[in-house]
């Protein structure tokens, strides 16, 4: 049966050790600082506390509290 990324207290990455859900948002948000740091991204903060991500590629992505979401 399929399991809900969301289920449970732990992830999985790459290498298959478990990582917790609060790690693994700090290995997204350090990639995509990461990105902006290179000048392939711009964010910023929404007054709804969502950040605005978009990259120099033209897509653009909403990154909430427990999801992204790309709206271009």
Avoid: H, P, Y
Wanted: net charge negative; glycine share 12%; hydrophobic share 50%.
């Amino acid at each position: 049966m399929a399991r809900s990324s969301t289920a449970g207290a732990n992830g999985q990455v790459a290498n298959g050790a478990a990582v917790s859900l609060e790690d693994a948002k700090a290995l997204v948000l350090a990639a995509i600082g990461e990105l902006v740091e290179d000048g392939k991204a711009e964010w910023r903060r929404m007054a709804t506390g969502e950040f605005e991500l978009r990259l120099i590629s033209g897509e653009v992505f909403l990154l909430g509290e427990i999801g992204v979401t790309r709206v271009a």
